[in-house]
């Protein structure tokens, strides 16, 4: 079956991230996107559906019903789309609706009417009943019906799966304009706000969400992104934040309470995950934070708090875990932490103070960190990928659907993008040092232009165009001895709470320099007048073959020579 299409003309278009955990639709006023909350004024809205005589909730509603409706609550489901029952992991519905083989596809049993028997809904249908509300919310805002969507989806959403969300999304009458990569919607979000700056940068997008960590590497490069490298982990993320603490105040409820576990009631179970989930919000913001569940366990009610030094102490595996997730990326990418202009913080988790104050710890003053800890101006990171969506749906919903599909099918990532950067080598204090033109990975075709002074008293000048690449060089400092002569003693609080213990080593000096590689042209522009210019004009094809023509500038005539592929 085709897809759904609406003409331009008829089209109301909106922004979707859809998560396993939370949801988030945008649509743009005058060019700029507008987080929409729902009918319950959220704007995270939890991705849960919940049937209870046989009305349905969602949201935050629905979520409330796993203390008390579990196993007609269905959660964490949208990775189950375009799979089969063997390859997913149902531990996130573990205390609510349980997944089943469906055939090729996965299906719930609830029960969804108030009478007669429960119904088996397959995930598409469960996917379709939760685009439509969320897709509700939005016309109910707009004051028109919503027909058409930008939605995002993980880079690793694997074609099949993007078939049944398409096909989700049209059963639920949206037309889907365009899937947009995640790590891409959250760099959008940034690059379109007013005061952005675009210019080439390599970035580095850490989606730090509830049951995945998906960390990308992008390449700005004259406005086209490309993908250089991708991490998705499943181990690092919200839920695991929330198991810490959940194990952390039932250890204290169980020291007040006689070892009464509340783990192994699945009421209380529900009631500890609900209500560690808002500590570990509250631990954002506040460097203590209260947690307060009225009868935990055997009828006991139970009140506690918590410090964010304690938490970060008790979580710090999970946080060093995160940090690993973005060294790996970027290694990955055979990039070093000194070749990342920017690292955009997406995902509920990314609010989190210690994930954003580590990655200050690792990269160079020069790499700005967009979370909220770091930088009063950053966005909302769990507002990013629907924004980004939004701007996108924005762009493209005045065209044809044909005409999107074609311009926009070749997905971002499959770009060909040069290796090296390529440059000129300048005579600075006689020594040869290469000055970039064109940055690595550049997506192709390109072109650059630059000017070269010549001589003050004019003459000729020698261009000799090169590959470059950066390389790393550490200088170690010489050991400093201490004035009273003694030694350095080692830190004596080995506290779990020291993070900053490396600190006190001299640190090594990491600086990244050029080095100038093969030769690609070279050639004299003989007699420019005093005070003259030389042109230099690089153009790589989209066969990566490289054109260089240099001039006087003003001038006449002037050197071209082609080097192939
Ligand atoms: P996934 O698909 O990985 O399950 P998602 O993309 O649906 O997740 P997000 O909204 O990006 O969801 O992230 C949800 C996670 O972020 C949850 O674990 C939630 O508890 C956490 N979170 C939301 N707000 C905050 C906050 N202020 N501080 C800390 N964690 C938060
Ligand atoms: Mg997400």
Same mark, same amino acid.
């Not at 990775?79 to 992991?89: A, Q, T, W």
């Given at each position: 079956?085709?897809?759904?299409?609406?003409?331009?003309?008829?089209?109301?278009?909106?922004?979707?991230?859809?998560?396993?955990?939370?949801?988030?639709?945008?649509?743009?006023?005058?060019?700029?996107?507008?987080?929409?909350?729902?009918?319950?004024?959220?704007?995270?809205?939890?991705?849960?559906?919940?049937?209870?005589?046989?009305?349905?909730?969602?949201?935050?509603?629905?979520?409330?019903?796993?203390?008390?409706?579990?196993?007609?609550?269905?959660?964490?489901?949208?990775?189950?789309?375009?799979?089969?029952?063997?390859?997913?992991?149902?531990?996130?519905?573990?205390?609510?609706?349980?997944?089943?083989?469906?055939?090729?596809?996965?299906?719930?049993?609830?029960?969804?009417?108030?009478?007669?028997?429960?119904?088996?809904?397959?995930?598409?249908?469960?996917?379709?009943?939760?685009?439509?509300?969320?897709?509700?919310?939005?016309?109910?805002?707009?004051?028109?019906?919503?027909?058409?969507?930008?939605?995002?989806?993980?880079?690793?959403?694997?074609?099949?799966?993007?078939?049944?969300?398409?096909?989700?999304?049209?059963?639920?009458?949206?037309?889907?304009?365009?899937?947009?990569?995640?790590?891409?919607?959250?760099?959008?979000?940034?690059?379109?706000?007013?005061?952005?700056?675009?210019?080439?940068?390599?970035?580095?997008?850490?989606?730090?969400?509830?049951?995945?960590?998906?960390?990308?590497?992008?390449?700005?490069?004259?406005?086209?992104?490309?993908?250089?490298?991708?991490?998705?982990?499943?181990?690092?993320?919200?839920?695991?934040?929330?198991?810490?603490?959940?194990?952390?105040?039932?250890?204290?409820?169980?020291?007040?309470?006689?070892?009464?576990?509340?783990?192994?009631?699945?009421?209380?179970?529900?009631?500890?995950?609900?209500?560690?989930?808002?500590?570990?919000? %509250?631990? =954002?913001?506040?460097? /203590? #934070?209260?947690?307060?569940? $009225?009868?935990?366990?055997? *009828?006991?009610?139970? +009140? &506690?708090?918590?410090?964010?030094?304690?938490?970060?102490?008790?979580?710090?595996?999970?946080?060093?875990?995160?940090?690993?997730?973005?060294?790996?990326?970027?290694?990955?990418?055979?990039?070093?932490?000194?070749?990342?202009?920017?690292?955009?913080?997406?995902?509920?988790?990314?609010?989190?103070?210690?994930?954003?104050?580590?990655?200050?710890?690792?990269?160079?003053?020069?790499?700005?960190?967009? %979370?909220? =800890?770091?930088?009063? /101006? #950053?966005?909302?990171?769990? $507002?990013?990928?629907?924004? *980004?969506?939004?701007? +996108? &749906?924005?762009?493209?919903?005045?065209?044809?659907?044909?005409?999107?599909?074609?311009?926009?099918?070749?997905?971002?990532?499959?770009?060909?993008?040069?290796?090296?950067?390529?440059?000129?080598?300048?005579?600075?204090?006689?020594?040869?040092?290469?000055?970039?033109?064109?940055?690595?990975?550049?997506?192709?075709?390109?072109?650059?232009?630059?000017?070269?002074?010549?001589?003050?008293?004019?003459?000729?000048?020698?261009?000799?165009?090169?590959?470059?690449?950066?390389?790393?060089?550490?200088?170690?400092?010489?050991?400093?001895?201490?004035?009273?002569?003694?030694?350095?003693?080692?830190?004596?609080?080995?506290?779990?709470?020291?993070?900053?213990?490396?600190?006190?080593?001299?640190?090594?000096?990491?600086?990244?320099?050029?080095?100038?590689?093969?030769?690609?042209?070279?050639?004299?522009?003989?007699?420019?007048?005093?005070?003259?210019?030389?042109?230099?004009?690089?153009?790589?094809?989209?066969?990566?073959?490289?054109?260089?023509?240099?001039?006087?500038?003003?001038?006449?005539?002037?050197?071209?020579?082609?080097?192939?592929?």
């Amino acid at each position: 079956m085709p897809a759904k299409t609406v003409s331009p003309e008829e089209r109301v278009a909106i922004g979707i991230s859809f998560g396993n955990s939370y949801s988030s639709i945008a649509c743009t006023v005058d060019g700029s996107p507008v987080v929409i909350a729902n009918e319950d004024g959220d704007r995270q809205i939890p991705t849960a559906l919940s049937y209870v005589d046989g009305e349905e909730y969602t949201g935050n509603q629905a979520k409330a019903f796993l203390v008390r409706n579990p196993k007609n609550t269905v959660i964490s489901f949208k990775d189950f789309l375009g799979k089969e029952f063997k390859s997913i992991d149902p531990t996130h519905c573990h205390a609510a609706a349980h997944p089943e083989a469906a055939g090729e596809s996965i299906s719930f049993t609830v029960q969804d009417q108030a009478e007669g028997d429960a119904s088996k809904l397959n995930v598409s249908e469960i996917t379709t009943r939760y685009l439509r509300r969320l897709v509700q919310s939005a016309s109910d805002y707009l004051g028109k019906t919503v027909n058409s969507a930008v939605i995002s989806v993980p880079t690793n959403f694997s074609e099949k799966q993007r078939e049944a969300l398409i096909k989700a999304a049209n059963d639920a009458d949206i037309e889907v304009l365009q899937l947009i990569n995640e790590p891409v919607s959250s760099v959008l979000a940034y690059d379109a706000r007013p005061e952005a700056e675009v210019k080439d940068k390599i970035i580095v997008v850490a989606d730090l969400g509830g049951s995945r960590s998906d960390v990308a590497v992008v390449a700005s490069r004259g406005g086209l992104y490309t993908i250089l490298a991708t991490v998705h982990d499943y181990e690092f993320h919200g839920l695991a934040l929330d198991k810490v603490l959940m194990d952390h105040f039932a250890k204290e409820f169980m020291k007040k309470n006689k070892d009464v576990d509340p783990r192994e009631d699945s009421k209380g179970l529900a009631k500890l995950k609900a209500e560690s989930e808002s500590t570990k919000k %509250a631990l =954002s913001i506040g460097t /203590n #934070a209260s947690f307060s569940v $009225e009868s935990l366990a055997e *009828g006991i009610d139970f +009140q &506690a708090t918590i410090n964010r030094l304690r938490y970060e102490t008790i979580a710090r595996k999970v946080f060093e875990g995160i940090t690993r997730l973005v060294e790996g990326a970027i290694k990955k990418a055979e990039l070093d932490v000194l070749d990342i202009d920017e690292i955009i913080l997406s995902g509920g988790t990314s609010h989190t103070p210690r994930i954003a104050n580590n990655f200050r710890a690792i990269f160079p003053e020069s790499t700005a960190i967009q %979370a909220p =800890s770091t930088n009063p /101006n #950053a966005l909302n990171p769990s $507002e990013l990928q629907s924004r *980004g969506a939004a701007l +996108q &749906a924005s762009l493209i919903q005045e065209y044809e659907s044909e005409d999107i599909e074609q311009s926009t099918h070749p997905a971002v990532g499959t770009v060909k993008h040069i290796t090296n950067a390529i440059g000129v080598v300048s005579i600075v204090n006689g020594e040869e040092t290469f000055v970039p033109i064109i940055a690595p990975e550049t997506a192709v075709p390109a072109r650059r232009t630059i000017h070269i002074a010549a001589p003050k008293e004019g003459g000729d000048v020698l261009v000799k165009v090169v590959e470059g690449n950066t390389h790393i060089k550490v200088t170690k400092p010489e050991p400093t001895p201490k004035e009273n002569g003694k030694k350095d003693e080692d830190d004596e609080d080995e506290d779990d709470s020291d993070f900053d213990s490396e600190d006190d080593e001299p640190e090594e000096h990491r600086e990244k320099v050029w080095k100038i590689g093969a030769t690609l042209a070279e050639g004299a522009i003989k007699g420019i007048k005093k005070g003259g210019n030389v042109e230099v004009t690089i153009t790589v094809a989209g066969d990566l073959g490289v054109t260089v023509t240099t001039r006087e500038v003003g001038g006449k005539g002037g050197i071209r020579g082609t080097v192939k592929a």
